[in-house]
């Protein structure tokens, strides 16, 4: 099985951070969802595509440029690490990565061949808060971040 666009965006930003976490950082777990968040240990950090837009490349054609936005949500065990963690991943992703196209078999990676690269065309960092005392929220909201991108491949559709 092929992923299509969004699922390549999703698993080379997530083998990418996977690298980089992995030579400066211990113990942090990357996920697509917040379902597998919720029962690790943390730092964690969860990447998932949001709202994606489409723009047409030419008057009256149909071919897009598509400019997904993706969130990369930080579970941290305390603030200072959630700075530190945050901090860390924007210095790494501003320069994009490498996309790949992902060939997955029984949910793993068959194949994956480099295929242009994911350009950041905007950050955002935004702490979260819900507004409550520390103490009563579950352990992985007690101290989050969400940074969200705006990227690019620069490939027609």
């Known amino acids: 099985m092929q992923y299509r666009p969004t699922r390549n965006c999703e698993a080379s930003i997530i083998e990418f951070l996977r690298d980089e976490l992995t030579a400066s950082w211990t113990n942090i777990h990357i996920e697509k969802t917040f379902t597998k968040i919720y029962g690790l240990s943390l730092p964690a950090i969860c990447v998932r595509c949001g709202t994606t837009s489409y ?3 030419e008057i009256g054609g149909n071919s897009l440029k598509r400019e997904p936005q993706i969130l990369i949500d930080i579970f941290a065990s305390s603030d200072g690490q959630r ?9 790494v992703i501003k320069n994009g ?16 061949v480099a295929s242009g690269r994911i350009r950041v065309l905007n950050i955002e960092d935004t702490p979260i808060n819900f507004e409550e005392d ?9 101290y989050r971040n969400l940074i969200t991108l705006t990227i690019s491949t620069g490939k027609v559709e």
């Open 55 to 57: 723009d047409p490349v």
């Open 97 to 112: 990565c490498i996309y790949y196209n992902y060939e997955i078999e029984s949910g793993a990676i068959k194949s994956k």
């Open 134 to 142: 520390r103490n009563s929220l579950d352990i992985h909201d007690r």
């Open 83 to 91: 700075l530190d963690l945050k901090d860390f991943v924007i210095d």
